[in-house]
């Protein structure tokens, strides 16, 4: 009876705010509806006492406790069995016999809606094998403001159309597996410096930084991707380390509450992220649903002293927190759980050797007992699609006069320490010198079984031809310009670059690490067929990339374990590589480059000292070089293949909702997104690509929006992202490309009116291969009915 009175009473709730998540049931069996699933985690609730709902949303960390980086504990009075959380973005992290995917920048890379889903759907299979209920990812945030930025590789793109439609895909992929997702970190957490409060010499607490963001940005820049991840059904978010307009994220109702819950409708629970809860019933009511890992911070991981846990008792009793807030938030928790089967006996066991491995990780491995289980081996034949990924997601930049692919056979040269297997293990934590880079460091991290360097893979190519390779490792041979060990001088010199990064420490220079600058001009001095390969976590600098002897460059990024594989098969031509620039690569850094806020050095003594005032507006990247007529080394979107392809001069428009209104409909409920008219398609456009070479392959038609400038407030960028396909052709072969634009899409953030807006006057529409390169254009007036 008690069930079925708790059904009905939250039947209009559920009916007016489900989650809108389009997800395909791997088994559709083992998903329930949203409606019954609410239910049930409401039923579970009304079994709980108090004290059990505090555990409930109090994470717990401690060695072989659940086992995970993040656990609620179970309660077996009422058969619960916990929730294990682990991080990361890029597969499973902290654990063994797990795959190392290509990092989110190598996706944000790809352009490719597909592939960005098929890996989605390969890390929740693996999520779900090891039995955790939370994947800790993806990341849209930090977006990339500063170029520099620590966990910026951990992200798909500066740019949040790009970065929006990617972690939509991510979250759905995932998410078919029954594993939760956690959309992080919301919001402004750009620098890493200072991320989070620090205690002075004299043991006054130093604030985190402040990110002082204004309205109209936080919505068309920072919050826009967060709004595709609510659209596409992510289950969880989670709020970061620093604070908001001088409020700690993890207690700002202007960002949980109006941004996230009113504004965009998300049904999902905010959890923080690590330590980042810093209050009681002031994050509670602010809108926090659950505290990770619980403690106040690392030192107190053994005692589980907390601002929530057994205070929140006493917060109820006094008033401060009332209990209805509290069941809310253990059942906004307990839904997604439901909803995706995770308490049926077919969702697995978490693998017990999680904890040996994260307990490894933390160098504590003797605490626990023995013997060590076994691992549970989740990799099945994911090689492959990382493989494939890390091949098509590599960003062709120059390539003169068709030095690749490669034609075989050769004498070849490999340089730098990044060609190498690491010397310093399979676990990259601290930065390395010899070794090549697949991952970045900290929560992003994955560890190893197995990573193929690009010398190894280049060494069992050429076993194929009997070909020579010749190869110096040490930057510092190759820097002080000691070629004396070869001979003879190679036909191709393939010299592989690094460039590390990791969270919690920002990035302080452009410049590929180890010297590379002299490396590359070294290499070129004596070998005119120079082809540089970068693994980087992020944007560099390239100061070489007009040198007549460097006859390639290709962007890797961080392609994951079968790197080496991955390299080779473009630089050999059997996979025609696709990728694009996620930013723009400046001449001069210095032309778009905002620096991180570093007030380290002055051991400031004013708490609030760290301000970060987001001055520029949207003016990031190429918005930045857009506006000030600056002209990049290579602009966002920009990408070279082995074939050719073209674009019909014009684009057929079609303007699809006759009766357009400027703003969409107040009247009409908040759905997850947002309000619904906001993903209401408005245009067609179409236009049709060919393929005008001589090779198969792909490539990636884009579509700019530019708004009337007289219409938008001062501050929008001459164009922005608004549209892209990934197309695949034989040669000769042509295809229509349609894009679809929604009403956000040609749609401004009014702060007056606190709502988008479709601004009166022309617009100009530009398709094309890069935002430097449009090849069709259309200006058009939107048929507005309030115009
Ligand atoms: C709640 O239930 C637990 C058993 O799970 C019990 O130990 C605890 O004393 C109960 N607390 C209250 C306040 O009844
Ligand atoms: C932060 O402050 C700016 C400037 O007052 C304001 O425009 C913006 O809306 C604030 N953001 C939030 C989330 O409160
Ligand atoms: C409650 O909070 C106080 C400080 O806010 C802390 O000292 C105490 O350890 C907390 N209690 C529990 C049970 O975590
Ligand atoms: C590229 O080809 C052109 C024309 O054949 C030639 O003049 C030029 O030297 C070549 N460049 C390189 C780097 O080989
Ligand atoms: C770079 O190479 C130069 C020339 O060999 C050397 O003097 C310098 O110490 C190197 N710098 C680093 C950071 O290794
Ligand atoms: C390019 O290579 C040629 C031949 O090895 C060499 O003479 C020349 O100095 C090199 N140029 C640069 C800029 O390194
Ligand atoms: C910030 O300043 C400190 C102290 O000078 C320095 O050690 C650190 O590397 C700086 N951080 C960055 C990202 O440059
Ligand atoms: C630490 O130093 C600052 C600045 O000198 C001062 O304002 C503050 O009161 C000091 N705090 C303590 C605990 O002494």
Known sequence: M????????????????????????????????????????????????????SAMIT????LGVGGCIGNLLPIDRVGYSGLCMQDGPNGVGLADLTSVFPSGVTMGASWDKKLIYQRGVAIGKEFRSKGIHVALGPSAGPLGRHGLGGRNWEGFSIDPYLSGIAIAASIEGIQTQGVQTCAKHIVGNEQETQRSFTISQNGTRIEAISSNIDDRTMHELYMWPFANAIKAGVVSAMCSYNRLNQTYTCESSAVLKNLLREELGFQGYIMSDWFATHSGAKSINAGLDL???????????????????GNITTMVQAGSVSEERIDEMVRRIMTPYFYFGQDRESYPTVDPSLAYSFAAWSNVLDYLPTPIPKSRDVRGNHHQLIRKIGAEASVLLKNVNSTLPLKAPLNIGVFGNDAASSSDGLTFI??????????????????????????????????????????????????????????????????????????????????????????VENVASMCPNTIVVTHSAGINSMPWANNVNVTAIIAAHLPGQESGNSIVDVLWGDVNPSGRLPYSIAKNPKDYDIPIVNLTESQVTSPTAWQDDFVEGQMIDYRKLDSAGIEPLFEFGFGLSYTTFGMK???????????????????????????????????????????????????????YVSMPQGSTPEGTPLQVLR?????????????????????????????????WVIPKGRFSLGAGFSSRDIVA???LELNLVDG
């Not at 994470?59 to 401690?62: D, E, I, P, T, V």
């Not at 911070?297 to 846990?309: D, F, K, L, Q, V």
């Open 2 to 53: 008690l069930y079925v009175i708790s059904l009905l009473l939250f039947l209009s709730h559920a009916l007016a705010n489900p989650f809108s998540g389009q997800v395909t049931a791997r088994d559709a069996n083992q998903f329930r509806t949203w409606v019954t699933a609410e239910a049930m985690a409401s039923e579970f609730v009304s079994r709980l006492n108090l004290t059990e709902k």
């Open 59 to 62: 994470g717990k960390l401690s």
């Open 291 to 309: 505290n990770m890992p619980g403690a106040y911070n690392a030192e107190t991981i053994a005692t589980g002293e907390s601002y929530w846990g």
């Open 430 to 519: 601290k930065h390395f010198e010899i070794g090549t880079l697949d991952i970045g460091a900290g929560a992003g991290t994955v560890r190893h079984t197995y990573l193929v360097s690009p010398l190894e893979a280049i060494q069992a190519r050429a076993k194929k031809f009997g070909g020579r390779v010749q190869y110096i490792l040490h930057n510092a041979i190759t820097a002080a310009g000691d070629f004396s060990s070869l001979f003879p001088i190679p036909d191709v010199c393939l010299v592989f670059l690094n460039t590390f990064a990791a969270e919690n420490m920002d990035r302080q220079t452009y410049e590929a690490d180890w010297n590379s600058t002299l490396v």
């Open 649 to 703: 001069s014009n684009l057929k428009v079609k303007q699809l909702n006759s009766h357009l209104t400027s703003k969409p409909d107040p009247s009409h409920e908040v759905q997850p997104g947002g309000n619904p008219d906001l993903w209401e398609p408005i245009l067609r456009v179409t236009t049709t690509v060919t393929n005008t070479g001589s090779k198969e392959g792909a490539t990636v038609p884009q579509l």
């Open 723 to 755: 549209g892209f396909e990934k197309v695949f052709l034989k040669p000769g072969k042509s295809q229509d490309v349609t894009f679809e634009l929604l009403r956000r899409d040609v749609s401004y953030w009014d702060t007056s009116f606190q709502s």
């Open 777 to 779: 254009k259309a200006d």
